[in-house]
Protein backbone atom coordinates (compact mmCIF):
# COMPACT_ATOMS: atom_id res chain seq x y z
CA UNK A 1 0.00 0.00 0.00
CA UNK A 2 1.13 3.34 -1.21
CA UNK A 3 -0.07 6.79 0.22
CA UNK A 4 1.26 10.68 0.24
CA UNK A 5 2.69 10.67 4.37
CA UNK A 6 2.16 13.85 6.32
CA UNK A 7 -0.87 15.11 8.18
CA UNK A 8 -3.95 16.28 6.21
CA UNK A 9 -6.45 19.96 6.79
CA UNK A 10 -9.57 20.41 5.13
CA UNK A 11 -12.10 23.50 5.02
CA UNK A 12 -15.81 22.92 3.61
CA UNK A 13 -17.92 25.88 2.87
CA UNK A 14 -21.60 25.84 1.33
CA UNK A 15 -21.78 27.32 -1.23
CA UNK A 16 -24.56 28.25 -4.20
CA UNK A 17 -25.12 26.44 -7.65
CA UNK A 18 -26.05 28.99 -10.31
CA UNK A 19 -29.94 28.14 -11.07
CA UNK A 20 -31.10 25.73 -13.01
CA UNK A 21 -27.83 23.81 -12.58
CA UNK A 22 -26.86 20.33 -10.72
CA UNK A 23 -23.54 19.00 -10.74
CA UNK A 24 -23.99 16.51 -13.42
CA UNK A 25 -24.72 19.67 -15.84
CA UNK A 26 -20.84 20.67 -15.03
CA UNK A 27 -19.29 17.72 -15.96
CA UNK A 28 -18.46 18.06 -19.50
CA UNK A 29 -16.24 21.33 -18.88
CA UNK A 30 -14.28 19.12 -15.46
CA UNK A 31 -11.58 16.84 -15.29
CA UNK A 32 -13.06 14.40 -12.45
CA UNK A 33 -10.69 12.36 -10.29
CA UNK A 34 -13.99 10.60 -8.87
CA UNK A 35 -17.61 10.99 -9.43
CA UNK A 36 -20.35 9.21 -7.68
CA UNK A 37 -24.31 11.08 -8.87
CA UNK A 38 -27.47 10.05 -8.55
CA UNK A 39 -30.11 12.16 -10.14
CA UNK A 40 -27.46 15.05 -11.00
CA UNK A 41 -27.04 15.14 -6.87
CA UNK A 42 -23.93 13.50 -4.58
CA UNK A 43 -19.94 14.21 -4.71
CA UNK A 44 -17.33 15.33 -7.63
CA UNK A 45 -13.98 14.67 -7.30
CA UNK A 46 -11.10 17.11 -8.69
CA UNK A 47 -7.19 16.51 -8.39
CA UNK A 48 -5.73 14.19 -5.56
CA UNK A 49 -4.18 14.99 -2.11
CA UNK A 50 -3.64 11.13 -1.31
CA UNK A 51 -4.04 8.41 -3.73
CA UNK A 52 -3.96 4.83 -2.26
CA UNK A 53 -3.25 1.78 -4.27
CA UNK A 54 -3.54 -1.73 -2.87
CA UNK A 55 -3.22 -5.09 -3.99
CA UNK A 56 -4.17 -9.09 -2.76
CA UNK A 57 -6.42 -10.50 0.09
CA UNK A 58 -5.56 -8.01 2.21
CA UNK A 59 -7.22 -4.73 0.26
CA UNK A 60 -10.22 -4.12 1.98
CA UNK A 61 -8.53 -3.84 5.13
CA UNK A 62 -5.49 -1.63 3.81
CA UNK A 63 -7.68 0.91 2.73
CA UNK A 64 -10.04 0.33 5.85
CA UNK A 65 -6.42 1.41 8.08
CA UNK A 66 -5.41 4.46 5.75
CA UNK A 67 -9.55 5.67 6.83
CA UNK A 68 -9.23 5.35 10.27
CA UNK A 69 -5.58 6.99 10.66
CA UNK A 70 -6.28 9.96 8.17
CA UNK A 71 -9.46 10.43 6.68
CA UNK A 72 -11.95 9.81 9.95
CA UNK A 73 -9.74 12.20 12.12
CA UNK A 74 -10.74 14.81 9.93
CA UNK A 75 -14.40 14.29 11.30
CA UNK A 76 -12.91 16.13 14.36
CA UNK A 77 -10.19 18.53 13.64
CA UNK A 78 -11.96 19.90 10.54
CA UNK A 79 -15.88 20.39 11.52
CA UNK A 80 -18.71 21.04 9.65
CA UNK A 81 -21.01 24.29 8.88
CA UNK A 82 -23.95 23.65 11.13
CA UNK A 83 -25.90 23.62 7.84
CA UNK A 84 -24.28 20.41 6.78
CA UNK A 85 -24.29 18.98 9.62
CA UNK A 86 -25.59 15.19 9.41
CA UNK A 87 -25.50 15.01 5.72
CA UNK A 88 -23.89 11.86 4.48
CA UNK A 89 -20.79 12.73 2.24
CA UNK A 90 -20.24 16.06 3.03
CA UNK A 91 -16.83 17.01 4.32
CA UNK A 92 -13.69 15.50 3.19
CA UNK A 93 -14.52 12.31 1.20
CA UNK A 94 -12.49 9.61 -0.32
CA UNK A 95 -13.46 7.99 -3.59
CA UNK A 96 -12.74 4.17 -3.25
CA UNK A 97 -12.70 1.32 -6.37
CA UNK A 98 -11.95 -2.50 -5.36
CA UNK A 99 -11.08 -4.68 -7.56
CA UNK A 100 -13.60 -7.76 -8.24
CA UNK A 101 -11.01 -10.91 -7.27
CA UNK A 102 -7.52 -10.38 -4.72
CA UNK A 103 -5.61 -12.36 -7.40
CA UNK A 104 -6.22 -9.31 -9.72
CA UNK A 105 -3.18 -7.97 -11.37
CA UNK A 106 -4.85 -4.27 -11.06
CA UNK A 107 -4.78 -1.84 -8.14
CA UNK A 108 -7.83 -1.21 -5.65
CA UNK A 109 -8.00 2.31 -5.08
CA UNK A 110 -8.56 4.81 -2.26
CA UNK A 111 -8.65 8.61 -3.76
CA UNK A 112 -8.97 11.54 -1.53
CA UNK A 113 -9.93 14.68 -3.87
CA UNK A 114 -8.07 18.31 -2.82
CA UNK A 115 -10.85 19.37 -3.94
CA UNK A 116 -14.87 18.14 -3.97
CA UNK A 117 -17.62 19.12 -5.17
CA UNK A 118 -21.06 18.28 -3.17
CA UNK A 119 -24.70 18.60 -3.79
CA UNK A 120 -27.46 16.66 -1.55
CA UNK A 121 -30.74 17.39 0.49
CA UNK A 122 -31.21 20.68 -1.12
CA UNK A 123 -27.74 21.97 -0.10
CA UNK A 124 -24.69 22.88 -2.04
CA UNK A 125 -21.03 22.50 -0.88
CA UNK A 126 -17.26 22.34 -1.49
CA UNK A 127 -14.36 21.01 0.61
CA UNK A 128 -10.96 21.52 -0.02
CA UNK A 129 -8.24 19.12 1.35
CA UNK A 130 -4.28 20.32 1.86
CA UNK A 131 -1.24 19.29 3.64
CA UNK A 132 0.09 21.81 6.19
CA UNK A 133 3.72 21.09 5.67
CA UNK A 134 2.86 21.94 1.61
CA UNK A 135 1.23 25.20 1.99
CA UNK A 136 3.20 28.63 1.26
CA UNK A 137 4.94 30.65 3.77
CA UNK A 138 3.14 33.72 2.96
CA UNK A 139 -0.52 32.17 3.70
CA UNK A 140 1.16 31.42 7.54
CA UNK A 141 1.81 35.23 8.34
CA UNK A 142 -1.78 35.97 7.44
CA UNK A 143 -5.02 35.68 9.54
CA UNK A 144 -6.41 31.80 9.39
CA UNK A 145 -8.92 32.44 8.06
CA UNK A 146 -7.92 34.82 4.94
CA UNK A 147 -5.20 32.03 4.54
CA UNK A 148 -7.92 29.18 3.95
CA UNK A 149 -10.02 31.77 1.85
CA UNK A 150 -7.11 32.18 -0.20
CA UNK A 151 -6.41 28.49 -0.52
CA UNK A 152 -10.10 27.56 -1.53
CA UNK A 153 -10.04 30.44 -4.38
CA UNK A 154 -6.48 29.37 -5.63
CA UNK A 155 -7.94 25.55 -6.41
CA UNK A 156 -11.05 26.50 -7.33
CA UNK A 157 -9.12 28.37 -10.44
CA UNK A 158 -6.66 25.42 -10.80
CA UNK A 159 -9.75 23.40 -11.91
CA UNK A 160 -11.99 26.12 -13.78
CA UNK A 161 -14.21 27.42 -10.99
CA UNK A 162 -14.56 29.94 -9.56
CA UNK A 163 -16.47 31.64 -6.41
CA UNK A 164 -18.27 35.06 -5.75
CA UNK A 165 -20.03 35.08 -2.78
CA UNK A 166 -21.62 31.91 -2.04
CA UNK A 167 -22.39 31.37 -5.77
CA UNK A 168 -20.26 28.23 -7.16
CA UNK A 169 -19.55 28.38 -11.33
CA UNK A 170 -17.69 27.80 -14.06
CA UNK A 171 -14.91 30.49 -15.17
CA UNK A 172 -16.75 31.36 -18.38
CA UNK A 173 -14.12 30.25 -20.88
CA UNK A 174 -15.10 26.51 -19.48
CA UNK A 175 -18.72 26.77 -19.78
CA UNK A 176 -20.65 23.89 -21.69
CA UNK A 177 -23.93 24.70 -23.25
CA UNK A 178 -23.96 28.05 -21.18
CA UNK A 179 -27.20 30.04 -21.05
CA UNK A 180 -27.10 33.76 -20.32
CA UNK A 181 -27.12 33.15 -16.34
CA UNK A 182 -24.14 31.11 -16.40
CA UNK A 183 -26.15 27.39 -16.23
CA UNK A 184 -25.85 24.67 -18.39
CA UNK A 185 -27.47 21.81 -19.58
CA UNK A 186 -26.30 18.00 -19.70
CA UNK A 187 -28.75 17.53 -22.67
CA UNK A 188 -26.77 20.10 -24.89
CA UNK A 189 -23.22 18.57 -24.48
CA UNK A 190 -21.71 17.30 -27.88
CA UNK A 191 -21.21 13.78 -27.38
CA UNK A 192 -18.60 14.20 -30.04
CA UNK A 193 -16.04 15.76 -27.64
CA UNK A 194 -16.75 12.88 -25.02
CA UNK A 195 -14.68 10.62 -27.73
CA UNK A 196 -13.67 11.59 -30.98
CA UNK A 197 -13.10 8.52 -33.71
CA UNK A 198 -13.94 6.01 -31.75
CA UNK A 199 -13.80 2.02 -33.00
CA UNK A 200 -15.23 -0.73 -31.18
CA UNK A 201 -12.50 -3.82 -31.33
CA UNK A 202 -12.76 -7.39 -30.31
CA UNK A 203 -11.78 -8.00 -26.22
CA UNK A 204 -9.87 -10.40 -24.50
CA UNK A 205 -11.80 -13.32 -26.67
CA UNK A 206 -14.31 -13.66 -29.28
CA UNK A 207 -18.08 -13.78 -29.00
CA UNK A 208 -17.78 -17.80 -29.65
CA UNK A 209 -15.45 -17.81 -26.97
CA UNK A 210 -18.44 -16.93 -24.68
CA UNK A 211 -20.86 -18.88 -26.56
CA UNK A 212 -18.76 -22.17 -25.55
CA UNK A 213 -18.40 -20.71 -21.76
CA UNK A 214 -21.96 -20.44 -21.27
CA UNK A 215 -22.54 -24.28 -22.65
CA UNK A 216 -19.93 -25.12 -20.48
CA UNK A 217 -21.47 -23.44 -17.27
CA UNK A 218 -24.60 -24.63 -17.79
CA UNK A 219 -23.34 -28.22 -18.11
CA UNK A 220 -21.61 -27.68 -14.75
CA UNK A 221 -25.10 -26.68 -13.24
CA UNK A 222 -26.75 -29.45 -15.42
CA UNK A 223 -24.26 -31.86 -13.19
CA UNK A 224 -25.50 -30.09 -9.95
CA UNK A 225 -21.60 -28.60 -9.13
CA UNK A 226 -23.09 -25.44 -8.51
CA UNK A 227 -26.58 -23.49 -8.96
CA UNK A 228 -25.88 -20.12 -10.12
CA UNK A 229 -22.64 -19.06 -12.39
CA UNK A 230 -21.82 -15.59 -13.42
CA UNK A 231 -19.76 -15.40 -16.74
CA UNK A 232 -18.58 -11.50 -18.23
CA UNK A 233 -17.03 -10.88 -21.29
CA UNK A 234 -15.19 -7.98 -22.55
CA UNK A 235 -14.62 -5.21 -25.65
CA UNK A 236 -13.15 -2.49 -26.54
CA UNK A 237 -13.37 1.08 -27.57
CA UNK A 238 -10.35 2.41 -29.20
CA UNK A 239 -10.37 6.21 -29.64
CA UNK A 240 -7.72 8.35 -31.63
CA UNK A 241 -6.77 10.91 -28.52
CA UNK A 242 -7.94 9.94 -24.73
CA UNK A 243 -11.08 10.23 -23.97
CA UNK A 244 -12.58 13.10 -21.50
CA UNK A 245 -14.56 11.18 -18.98
CA UNK A 246 -16.24 14.43 -17.37
CA UNK A 247 -18.21 14.42 -20.78
CA UNK A 248 -18.63 10.51 -21.24
CA UNK A 249 -19.78 10.50 -17.17
CA UNK A 250 -22.55 13.48 -18.12
CA UNK A 251 -23.69 11.79 -21.16
CA UNK A 252 -23.96 8.49 -18.57
CA UNK A 253 -25.54 10.91 -15.74
CA UNK A 254 -28.24 12.28 -18.29
CA UNK A 255 -29.52 8.76 -19.87
CA UNK A 256 -29.37 6.77 -17.19
CA UNK A 257 -30.55 9.34 -13.85
CA UNK A 258 -32.03 6.74 -11.83
CA UNK A 259 -28.49 4.80 -11.32
CA UNK A 260 -25.40 5.38 -9.55
CA UNK A 261 -22.67 7.29 -12.28
CA UNK A 262 -19.46 6.72 -10.84
CA UNK A 263 -15.53 7.23 -11.24
CA UNK A 264 -12.91 5.67 -8.74
CA UNK A 265 -9.40 5.10 -10.19
CA UNK A 266 -9.67 4.15 -13.85
CA UNK A 267 -13.73 2.59 -14.07
CA UNK A 268 -16.31 4.81 -14.76
CA UNK A 269 -20.00 3.73 -15.81
CA UNK A 270 -23.71 4.05 -14.48
CA UNK A 271 -24.79 1.32 -12.44
CA UNK A 272 -28.15 0.17 -10.80
CA UNK A 273 -26.93 -1.95 -8.15
CA UNK A 274 -26.16 -0.84 -4.60
CA UNK A 275 -23.91 -3.25 -2.42
CA UNK A 276 -24.19 -2.11 0.86
CA UNK A 277 -25.05 2.03 1.98
CA UNK A 278 -24.27 2.75 5.45
CA UNK A 279 -25.29 5.96 7.48
CA UNK A 280 -24.37 5.34 10.90
CA UNK A 281 -25.12 1.64 12.10
CA UNK A 282 -27.83 2.07 9.38
CA UNK A 283 -27.54 -0.36 6.43
CA UNK A 284 -29.38 -0.73 3.31
CA UNK A 285 -28.99 -2.12 -0.60
CA UNK A 286 -30.08 -3.12 -4.10
CA UNK A 287 -30.15 -6.71 -5.30
CA UNK A 288 -30.60 -6.88 -9.07
CA UNK A 289 -30.86 -10.06 -11.19
CA UNK A 290 -32.97 -11.46 -13.46
CA UNK A 291 -32.90 -8.97 -16.62
CA UNK A 292 -35.31 -8.56 -19.65
CA UNK A 293 -34.14 -6.36 -22.48
CA UNK A 294 -35.29 -2.35 -22.85
CA UNK A 295 -36.72 -2.81 -26.09
CA UNK A 296 -39.46 -5.22 -24.28
CA UNK A 297 -43.10 -3.42 -23.28
CA UNK A 298 -43.23 -2.99 -19.54
CA UNK A 299 -46.05 -5.51 -19.23
CA UNK A 300 -44.24 -7.94 -20.95
CA UNK A 301 -41.19 -7.56 -19.11
CA UNK A 302 -42.96 -7.73 -15.74
CA UNK A 303 -44.84 -11.36 -16.66
CA UNK A 304 -41.23 -12.65 -17.96
CA UNK A 305 -39.60 -11.42 -14.56
CA UNK A 306 -42.28 -12.38 -12.53
CA UNK A 307 -43.27 -15.47 -13.68
CA UNK A 308 -40.47 -17.00 -15.20
CA UNK A 309 -39.00 -19.89 -12.64
CA UNK A 310 -35.49 -19.42 -14.16
CA UNK A 311 -35.66 -15.40 -13.71
CA UNK A 312 -37.20 -15.78 -10.23
CA UNK A 313 -34.69 -18.62 -9.10
CA UNK A 314 -31.52 -16.33 -10.33
CA UNK A 315 -32.64 -13.52 -8.26
CA UNK A 316 -33.82 -15.49 -5.37
CA UNK A 317 -30.05 -16.94 -4.89
CA UNK A 318 -28.17 -13.21 -5.42
CA UNK A 319 -30.47 -11.77 -2.79
CA UNK A 320 -30.04 -14.98 -0.08
CA UNK A 321 -26.32 -14.83 -1.03
CA UNK A 322 -26.27 -10.75 0.23
CA UNK A 323 -28.52 -11.74 3.32
CA UNK A 324 -25.99 -14.19 4.31
CA UNK A 325 -23.09 -12.63 3.79
CA UNK A 326 -23.93 -9.57 6.12
CA UNK A 327 -25.55 -11.80 8.59
CA UNK A 328 -22.53 -12.36 11.21
CA UNK A 329 -22.46 -7.74 10.98
CA UNK A 330 -25.80 -6.99 10.95
CA UNK A 331 -29.05 -7.60 12.37
CA UNK A 332 -32.66 -7.12 11.60
CA UNK A 333 -32.00 -7.90 7.88
CA UNK A 334 -35.37 -7.44 6.03
CA UNK A 335 -35.47 -7.84 2.28
CA UNK A 336 -38.33 -6.95 0.02
CA UNK A 337 -40.72 -9.76 -1.08
CA UNK A 338 -41.61 -10.32 -3.30
CA UNK A 339 -39.45 -8.93 -5.48
CA UNK A 340 -39.80 -5.00 -7.63
CA UNK A 341 -39.60 -4.74 -11.60
CA UNK A 342 -36.49 -2.11 -12.25
CA UNK A 343 -37.13 -0.07 -15.48
CA UNK A 344 -34.07 1.25 -16.90
CA UNK A 345 -33.41 2.52 -20.62
CA UNK A 346 -31.48 -0.20 -21.71
CA UNK A 347 -32.71 -3.54 -19.40
CA UNK A 348 -35.84 -4.35 -17.09
CA UNK A 349 -34.20 -5.85 -13.87
CA UNK A 350 -35.81 -8.09 -10.95
CA UNK A 351 -34.46 -6.35 -7.43
CA UNK A 352 -34.75 -6.69 -3.93
CA UNK A 353 -33.84 -3.45 -1.53
CA UNK A 354 -32.77 -5.06 1.98
CA UNK A 355 -32.25 -3.08 5.01
CA UNK A 356 -30.86 -3.58 8.71
CA UNK A 357 -28.57 -2.47 11.24
CA UNK A 358 -24.94 -3.14 11.75
CA UNK A 359 -24.39 -5.15 15.43
CA UNK A 360 -20.76 -3.52 15.66
CA UNK A 361 -18.93 -0.64 14.75
CA UNK A 362 -17.70 -2.38 11.94
CA UNK A 363 -16.05 0.04 9.65
CA UNK A 364 -17.69 0.30 6.30
CA UNK A 365 -14.90 -0.69 4.21
CA UNK A 366 -14.90 -4.25 5.95
CA UNK A 367 -18.97 -4.44 5.78
CA UNK A 368 -18.31 -3.94 1.68
CA UNK A 369 -15.49 -6.90 2.27
CA UNK A 370 -18.63 -9.20 3.96
CA UNK A 371 -20.71 -8.36 1.46
CA UNK A 372 -18.47 -9.18 -1.92
CA UNK A 373 -18.75 -11.00 -3.74
CA UNK A 374 -22.56 -11.66 -4.01
CA UNK A 375 -24.59 -14.21 -6.15
CA UNK A 376 -25.35 -11.17 -8.37
CA UNK A 377 -21.89 -11.15 -9.57
CA UNK A 378 -20.07 -14.20 -8.98
CA UNK A 379 -22.68 -17.39 -8.47
CA UNK A 380 -23.74 -20.07 -6.14
CA UNK A 381 -21.95 -21.58 -4.28
CA UNK A 382 -19.47 -18.82 -4.32
CA UNK A 383 -16.01 -21.02 -3.84
CA UNK A 384 -16.94 -23.51 -6.76
CA UNK A 385 -18.73 -20.41 -9.10
CA UNK A 386 -15.44 -18.38 -8.41
CA UNK A 387 -13.26 -21.28 -9.06
CA UNK A 388 -15.06 -21.95 -12.21
CA UNK A 389 -15.13 -17.86 -13.24
CA UNK A 390 -11.94 -17.70 -13.15
CA UNK A 391 -11.23 -21.22 -15.86
CA UNK A 392 -14.28 -20.23 -18.33
CA UNK A 393 -13.70 -16.20 -18.61
CA UNK A 394 -10.47 -16.06 -19.04
CA UNK A 395 -10.47 -12.35 -17.94
CA UNK A 396 -8.77 -10.50 -15.24
CA UNK A 397 -11.96 -8.20 -14.14
CA UNK A 398 -10.01 -5.68 -12.63
CA UNK A 399 -12.44 -3.51 -10.71
CA UNK A 400 -15.13 -4.27 -13.02
CA UNK A 401 -17.96 -6.11 -10.49
CA UNK A 402 -16.33 -4.58 -7.59
CA UNK A 403 -17.01 -2.27 -4.77
CA UNK A 404 -17.01 1.38 -6.40
CA UNK A 405 -18.53 4.41 -4.09
CA UNK A 406 -17.62 6.74 -1.18
CA UNK A 407 -16.84 7.03 2.29
CA UNK A 408 -16.89 10.16 4.01
CA UNK A 409 -14.80 11.47 7.54
CA UNK A 410 -17.40 9.52 9.53
CA UNK A 411 -17.83 6.58 8.27
CA UNK A 412 -20.94 6.58 5.96
CA UNK A 413 -20.25 5.05 2.79
CA UNK A 414 -22.17 3.99 -0.82
CA UNK A 415 -20.37 0.60 -2.18
CA UNK A 416 -21.97 0.09 -5.45
CA UNK A 417 -20.84 -2.40 -7.77
CA UNK A 418 -19.07 -1.41 -10.79
CA UNK A 419 -21.39 -2.67 -13.21
CA UNK A 420 -22.63 -0.95 -16.64
CA UNK A 421 -19.14 0.63 -17.50
CA UNK A 422 -15.60 0.19 -18.30
CA UNK A 423 -12.19 0.33 -17.48
CA UNK A 424 -9.79 2.57 -19.06
CA UNK A 425 -6.38 2.39 -20.70
CA UNK A 426 -3.44 3.18 -22.88
CA UNK A 427 -3.54 6.77 -21.22
CA UNK A 428 -7.05 6.89 -22.07
CA UNK A 429 -7.02 6.40 -25.20
CA UNK A 430 -9.21 3.50 -25.04
CA UNK A 431 -11.81 2.11 -22.66
CA UNK A 432 -12.63 -1.64 -22.00
CA UNK A 433 -16.22 -2.42 -21.41
CA UNK A 434 -17.12 -5.46 -19.87
CA UNK A 435 -20.92 -7.17 -19.49
CA UNK A 436 -21.50 -10.12 -17.44
CA UNK A 437 -25.23 -12.33 -17.18
CA UNK A 438 -26.30 -14.92 -14.60
CA UNK A 439 -26.29 -18.56 -15.89
CA UNK A 440 -28.63 -21.23 -14.30
CA UNK A 441 -30.01 -24.35 -15.35
CA UNK A 442 -32.35 -23.75 -18.74
CA UNK A 443 -29.83 -20.62 -19.77
CA UNK A 444 -29.56 -20.28 -23.51
CA UNK A 445 -26.14 -18.77 -24.56
CA UNK A 446 -27.18 -17.01 -27.46
CA UNK A 447 -29.97 -14.90 -24.88
CA UNK A 448 -26.92 -14.74 -22.74
CA UNK A 449 -24.75 -13.21 -25.42
CA UNK A 450 -27.55 -10.99 -26.22
CA UNK A 451 -28.00 -9.50 -22.87
CA UNK A 452 -24.24 -8.76 -22.72
CA UNK A 453 -24.77 -6.17 -25.74
CA UNK A 454 -27.85 -4.92 -23.53
CA UNK A 455 -25.92 -4.40 -20.67
CA UNK A 456 -23.16 -2.57 -22.65
CA UNK A 457 -25.24 -0.31 -24.35
CA UNK A 458 -25.35 2.54 -21.82
CA UNK A 459 -21.68 2.95 -22.46
CA UNK A 460 -21.32 2.53 -25.98
CA UNK A 461 -24.29 5.40 -26.13
CA UNK A 462 -22.22 7.25 -23.80
CA UNK A 463 -18.76 7.13 -26.23
CA UNK A 464 -21.04 8.00 -29.23
CA UNK A 465 -20.20 3.94 -30.66
CA UNK A 466 -22.50 2.18 -32.45
CA UNK A 467 -23.90 -1.35 -31.23
CA UNK A 468 -23.55 -4.32 -33.71
Known amino acids: MTALPGSLDATTLVVDLPPGTTLADMLPALDPSGVWLLRGEGLIGLGTAAHI ?34 IPGAGPVALTSITYSSASAADSHLILPELILGSAEGRAWITTVIRPSALDESFEAEDDDDAALRRVHGLLARHSLQLHGRRLSLVPSHSVGSHSDGSHSAGQTDRLDAAAATSLIQGTHSEQHYLRAVRSGVQAIGHRRLEKLVLARDVV ?226 LGVRQP
Not at 64 to 81: D, F
Open 53 to 86: RTRGAERFAELAEWHEQHLAPLAQVSPLPEELTG
Open 237 to 462: VAADAPLAPGPVLAALAADYADCWTYLAGDVLGATPEMLVKIRGRELSARVLAGTVDGGTGLEQARAMLLEDPKQRDEHRLAAQSLLDQLAPVAQHLHAQDPPAVLQLPNVFHLSTDVTGQLTAQTPALLVAERAHPTAAICGTPTATAAELISTLEGLDRGAFSGPVGWIDAYGNADFGIALRGGILEEQGTQIRLFAGCGIVAGSVPEEELAETWAKMRPMLGA
